[in-house]
């Protein structure tokens, strides 16, 4: 069966360290991946995507890796503050179809 | 804010009954995709509408139905509701048919309580 596995429900680290989330995938074949930032009561907020011919993309203090060959995808914020405390989603769309699969989430706290 | 409305922000109603969830998308957004989100499921894909069309179709049950309507706002429908439908229904919009550069925009969501 297709499944999209995000590491941990829950990560905490300190403030200032480099927050690393994981998302896994089996049975997908994406076209490219995507990652979300959700907080409490309110929907997701599109942060970055990468597709399958890219293996890195970042923006300001986001890194996003993706290796089709281990099918996972990493999700990096460094120099991370509490601001940046939420649950993060990663979602891909299989190659030729066009709706977002998401994954279920892993929710991080950046303690001060 | 996203430009995505969703209405109401809550909803409470019994089991057996009917409810409808409206939507409107960002402006020029053609793409309607509807989540549902519960606490052990995640967030689900439900259904996609293109231009007033269905485009995809997730895991939703037939008790639910939803269209897309020519001025593009978007509908869901949930009817013979039992408690397990309890949940966060989300709508999000795209500009066009979804592909590589698309992202969604999501609504704040509409929180379902089925007692």
């Known amino acids: 069966s297709q499944k999209i596995e995000q590491n941990s429900e829950a990560l905490n680290i300190q403030e200032g360290k480099t927050a690393t989330l994981t998302c896994n995938y089996t049975?997908?074949?994406?076209?490219?991946l995507q990652w979300y930032r959700q907080d409490p009561g309110r929907g997701p907020v599109f942060l970055l995507l990468?597709?399958?011919?890219?293996k890195e993309k970042r923006k300001e203090r986001l890194k996003v890796t993706f290796d089709t060959t281990l099918k996972q995808s990493l999700f990096h914020i460094t120099a991370s503050q509490p601001a940046d405390s939420a649950t993060y989603l990663c979602?891909?769309?299989?190659?030729?179809?066009?709706?977002?699969?998401f994954g279920t989430g892993t929710r991080l706290t950046v303690i001060p | 804010d996203s430009g995505v409305t969703q209405t109401p922000k809550h909803l409470i109603t019994a089991t057996g009954q009917r409810v409808t969830l409206r939507c409107s998308p960002r402006?020029?957004?053609?793409?309607v995709y509807w989540y549902q989100q519960s606490l052990d499921q995640g967030l689900q894909f439900l259904i996609q509408?293109?231009?007033?069309?269905?485009?995809a179709k997730g895991n939703i049950l037939e008790r639910f139905s939803a269209q897309q309507f020519p001025d593009l706002h978007s509908e869901l429908n949930l009817s013979s509701l039992e408690l397990g439908d309890s949940a966060l229904y989300f709508c999000?919009?795209?500009?066009?048919?979804?592909?590589?550069?698309?992202?969604?925009?999501f609504g704040s969501g509409t929180q379902l309580s089925v007692l």
């Open positions: 999000a919009s795209s500009v066009q048919v979804g592909g590589p550069n698309e992202k969604l925009f």
């Open positions: 049975n997908y074949s994406p076209a490219y």
């Open positions: 990468i597709r399958e011919n890219e």
């Open positions: 979602a891909l769309a299989q190659t030729g179809a066009n709706n977002l699969f």
């Open positions: 402006s020029g957004d053609l793409s």
């Open positions: 509408y293109y231009n007033g069309e269905e485009r």
